[in-house]
Nanobody, 117 residues
Framework: VQLQESGPGLVKPSQTLSLTCTVS??????????WNWIRQPPGKGLEWMGA???????YTSPSLKSRTSISRDTSKNQITLQVNSVTPEDTAVYYC??????????WGQGTQVTVSS
């Protein structure tokens, strides 16, 4: 199973950050699987942002719930992340990981996102 994040590396403050995770080697609709978004700000630990499971149910961190949405494109086997109204505090390396909410056996290589004007 391979995961590949993609998206813009630079986002301006107040804009929307959009990232895509392409999953290969497994179907994102598989029952029992969940695909997560996790980020790591510079000098800080990993922060779980949210996930979407094989049925399309989404789970979001309470601290990010008001600004974050997770969705999927089953035709492309992709997971998407959107974060609205970004600030410099959203600068981080963003990862997608799976295959469950609690076990991250598979990781993408991560993508750096910088929020700056």
């Amino acid at each position: 199973v391979q995961l590949q994040e993609s998206g813009p590396g630079l986002v301006k403050p107040s804009q929307t950050l959009s990232l895509t995770c392409t999953v290969s080697g497994a179907s994102i609709t598989t029952t029992g699987y969940s695909w997560n978004w996790i980020r790591q700000p510079p000098g800080k630990g990993l922060e779980w942002m949210g996930a979407i499971d094989g049925s399309g149910n989404t789970y979001t961190s309470p601290s990010l719930k008001s600004r974050t949405s997770i969705s999927r494109d089953t035709s492309k086997n992709q997971i998407t992340l959107q974060v609205n109204s970004v600030t410099p505090e959203d600068t981080a390396v963003y990862y997608c990981a799976g295959p469950s909410l609690s076990e991250y056996e598979y990781w993408g290589q991560g993508t750096q996102v910088t929020v700056s004007s």
